[in-house]
Nanobody
Framework: VQLVESGGGSVQAGGSLRLSCAASGYSYTMYRMGWFRQAPGKEREWVAN????????NYADSVKGRFTISRDNAKNTLYLQMNSLKPEDTGMYSC???????????WGQGTQVTVS
């Protein structure tokens, strides 16, 4: 499974961005896909995930109500719509895929989001 993120950039506080994660390989067999972010000098944190079987969405408290995770099966693409962005949302955003309910097995390279 290969994951390639895009859509990052620089935006002012209050703005929006939509991140994309294009999946290839046996991505359709994944149990869960998610988004993570890492700010400079900080540990990577989980942002949101989507259970592929039933489309259950889960969000970190810090982004709940502002971010939306979704997918387009026809395009094998996972999205993260980010609204009302804050400077603390700045970081490298990566998507990941898990074969089961445990650890994430596959990771993308990431796309940078900067909010000023």
């Amino acid at each position: 499974v290969q994951l390639v993120e895009s859509g990052g950039g620089s935006v002012q506080a209050g703005g929006s961005l939509r991140l994309s994660c294009a999946a290839s390989g046996y991505s359709y067999t994944m149990y869960r896909m998610g988004w993570f972010r890492q700010a400079p000098g900080k540990e990577r944190e989980w942002v949101a995930n989507l259970v592929m079987r039933d489309s259950t969405e889960n969000y970190a408290d810090s982004v709940k109500g502002r971010f939306t995770i979704s997918r387009d099966n026809a395009k094998n693409t996972l999205y993260l719509q980010m609204n009302s962005l804050k400077p603390e949302d700045t970081g490298m955003y990566s998507c990941a895929a898990a074969r089961s309910g445990g650890v994430y097995n596959y990771w993308g390279q990431g796309t940078q989001v900067t909010v000023s």
